[in-house]
C-alpha cells in the first residue's frame, strides 16, 4: 500500500504542473484572440490578463468570440475566473460593445453592463450580491446590417481608492456610449485581471470585416528551448475550427482531474 501512496505523491505534481500548462495556454489564446479581433487597439490599447474569464449562458462556458443570435445573449451570463491565485477583494464588471472590427464609433462604445463590488467565490463564481449596479445586464441589439459586433466581458480589480466620475455614480443607467478608456483612468481602476468577447451580427454586413477565426492554439505553446512564444500577430495563426484556449482547456482537463480522483483514491 505504501508503494501506491508513494505513485500517488509523485503523480500530483504533474497533475498541478499539467492544469497550470492548461491555464497559461487559456491565457495566452485569449491575448491572442483579443490582438486578433482587433479589440486591441479598437477598444483596448493593451491586453494582458492573468486569468482567465468563461461566460456562459446557460449551455456551457462559450468560444472566445463566439456568434450568437440577439435572443440567445438576451439574459444575463453566468461567470467565473479560472486563476492560479486566490481573487479576494472587489472587482469591477463590464460588458462594452466594441462594434465591428477596426471601428471607433465618434461618440463612443456603447455600455452594456456596469457593475462595480463584485466578489469571486470560492466556487470561482463571480457574484454581485452585494454589488452596485450602475447598469444593469443590457442584451445586445445591434443594427441590421452593421456587422458583427464585438461584446467584450471585462473584469478589473477595484482597488480602494476607486472612485467613479460623477456621471457614473448613479444606479440603473441606461445603454449610452462612453468613453470606457477615459472612465477606467477617471475611476483610478485597477489591472484588468480577465476578459472575453463573444459577437452578435443581425442581417449581413454591408462591408468588408476583418477575421475574428479561432486562435489555433498549437502556435502558443512554449518553444522547447524553454522561452515562451509571443501571443502576437505574427507568431499566431488562424483557422475556421473551432480549435482556441477554451477547446484547449475542456481537452485535457478530463484527463488532469482523472489522475487527480486516481490518485486521491490511493490515498483514501
Request: aromatic share 10%; glycine share 8%.
Amino acid at each position: 500500500m505504501r508503494s501506491w501512496a508513494a505513485l500517488a505523491f509523485a503523480i500530483l505534481p504533474f497533475v498541478s504542473a499539467q492544469s497550470s500548462s492548461d491555464l497559461d495556454l487559456g491565457i495566452k489564446a485569449i491575448e491572442a484572440h483579443f490582438n486578433q479581433s482587433h479589440i486591441v487597439p479598437d477598444l483596448l490599447s493593451s491586453f494582458q490578463p492573468n486569468a482567465v474569464l468563461n461566460i456562459n449562458f446557460g449551455q456551457g462556458n462559450i468560444q472566445p468570440g463566439q456568434m450568437f443570435t440577439k435572443e440567445q445573449v438576451g439574459s444575463a451570463p453566468t461567470l467565473t475566473v479560472q486563476s492560479s491565485s486566490s481573487l479576494s477583494g472587489n472587482y469591477l464588471l463590464a460588458m462594452i460593445d466594441a462594434d465591428v472590427p477596426n471601428s471607433k464609433p465618434a461618440q463612443g462604445d456603447n455600455r452594456h453592463w456596469l457593475v462595480r463590488g463584485v466578489t469571486v467565490g470560492q466556487d470561482s463564481v463571480v457574484s454581485n450580491a452585494s454589488a452596485t449596479v450602475t447598469t444593469r445586464y443590457w442584451g445586445p441589439w445591434p443594427a441590421a446590417g452593421s456587422g458583427p459586433h464585438r461584446y467584450v466581458v471585462m473584469l478589473y480589480a477595484q482597488p480602494d481608492n476607486f472612485a467613479p466620475p460623477s456621471d457614473f455614480t448613479g444606479s440603473d443607467l441606461p445603454v449610452a456610449p462612453m468613453d470606457w478608456n477615459a472612465y477606467v483612468t477617471d475611476s483610478h481602476l485597477g489591472n484588468l485581471v480577465a476578459a472575453n468577447y463573444f459577437q452578435v451580427e443581425e442581417g449581413t454586413a454591408s462591408m468588408a470585416i476583418f477575421s475574428t477565426a479561432p486562435v489555433v492554439t498549437s502556435t502558443l505553446m512554449p518553444s522547447t528551448t524553454g522561452s515562451n512564444s509571443a501571443a502576437s500577430g505574427s507568431s499566431t495563426h488562424t483557422s475556421n475550427n473551432d480549435n482556441n484556449g477554451a477547446s484547449a482547456l475542456s481537452f485535457s482537463t478530463p484527463f488532469v482531474l482523472g489522475v487527480a480522483s486516481f490518485a486521491a483514491f490511493l490515498l483514501a
